[in-house]
T-cell receptor
């Protein structure tokens, strides 16, 4: 039962353009959502998060949007840079319980 | 920073043998450590949560006698895969949480690739 889904295994974007990574979830009890970034041979590192009481959270070039009615969140990176090339994981938690991860999306930013 | 290391980074073992994976927090004390596994093209799945000095809590479907977890100190947790079989081949990754921090604040190690032949 995959409660968090990242349906796009990979995404390729031109440098300077917007990258949009998507994530869908099925558990309506999820109340906190996170995005992690992972480079090869390194562990995932926290990028940005959002609580279910908000619909948007912004941190520099990174913005996360949450659409609770659609059970959908997205991560926008503007402008995309070659150093953003990595695997991005979406994760969710219900009531402070364990993190449930998506399978990840490989982002390639072409210069 | 908050650095978590894992050793080894990859290991190949024969079916029926046991293999131990170490997870260390290098610059902080980790009161809680988490062990995940990831199959190719699938998500990270939590296997167990271990608190320093107490028994690990395993997720449903994870065999605690097969995946032995020890969290003997505030900087070290080990995962031992006993009597490994080819289906145990996977990517194992740990994370650690500092004292007083919430569930969301986990620092991940780089992972260990286990191949059982």
């Amino acid at each position: 039962d995959q409660q968090v889904k990242q349906n796009s295994p990979s995404l390729s974007v031109q440098e300077g353009r917007i990258s949009i990574l998507n994530c869908d979830y099925t558990n309506s009890m999820f109340d906190y959502f996170l995005w992690y970034k992972k480079y090869p041979a390194e562990g995932p590192t926290f990028l940005i998060s959002i609580s279910s009481i908000k619909d948007k959270n912004e941190d520099g070039r990174f913005t996360v949007f949450l659409n609770k009615s659609a059970k959908h969140l997205s991560l926008h990176i503007v402008p995309s840079q070659p150093g953003d090339s990595a695997v991005y994981f979406c994760a969710a938690s219900a009531l402070g319980n364990k993190l449930v991860f998506g399978a990840g999306t490989i982002l390639r930013v072409k210069s | 920073g908050a650095v978590v290391s894992q050793h080894p980074s990859w290991v190949i073992c024969k079916s029926g043998t046991s293999v131990k994976i170490e997870c260390r927090s290098l610059d902080f004390q980790a009161t809680t450590m988490f062990w995940y596994r990831q199959f190719p093209k699938q998500s990270l799945m939590l296997m167990a949560t271990s608190n320093e000095g107490s028994k690990a809590t395993y997720e449903q479907g994870v065999e605690k006698d097969k995946f032995l977890i020890n969290h003997a100190s505030l900087t070290l947790s080990t995962l031992t895969v006993t009597s490994a079989h080819p289906e145990d081949s996977s990517f194992y990754i740990c994370s650690a949480r500092k004292r007083g921090q919430g569930i969301y604040e986990q620092y991940f190690g780089p992972g260990t690739r286990l191949t059982v032949t």
